[in-house]
């Protein structure tokens, strides 16, 4: 079963920049949608942003204009880059793709949704 892994995560100070990244434990087509999700402390998941296997891209009110996601087509290596950082951006980040049969999330208005997630990589704005 392919797994995602993450890693980038950090504390960083508010105003700051980091760079999430999610690497498949082996290779999956370019055909698959990608995301990010996140999920503070007594708050639920939430979707952050998602990239479709054409590359169209939709996002979180909360985070447009400083949230940017990419894919690397060669690897399906995603990436989340993370500018001007504020303290309500502190919470464990999700990769998620659509690797398995079950029910899709579908989130942000995206044209598709994911059903498997990652370990997450804990992002802490101080």
């Known amino acids: 079963q392919v797994q995602l892994v993450e890693s980038g995560g950090g504390p960083v100070q508010a105003g700051g920049s980091l760079r999430l990244s999610c690497t498949p434990s082996q290779y999956i087509s370019n055909s698959y949608c990608m995301g990010w999700f996140r999920q503070a402390p007594g708050k639920e998941r939430e979707g952050v942003a998602i990239i479709d296997a054409d590359g169209a891209t939709s996002y979180a009110e909360s985070v447009k204009g400083r949230f940017t996601v990419s894919k690397d087509k060669a690897t399906n290596t995603l990436y989340l880059q993370m500018n001007s950082l504020k303290p309500e951006d502190t919470a464990m980040y999700y990769c998620?793709?659509?690797?398995?049969?079950?029910?899709?999330?579908?989130?942000?208005?995206?044209?598709?949704?994911?059903?498997?997630w990652g370990q997450g990589t804990q992002v802490t704005t101080l």
């Open positions: 998620a793709s659509d690797l398995s049969d079950g029910p899709l999330v579908v989130v942000l208005g995206a044209e598709c949704g994911v059903n498997t």
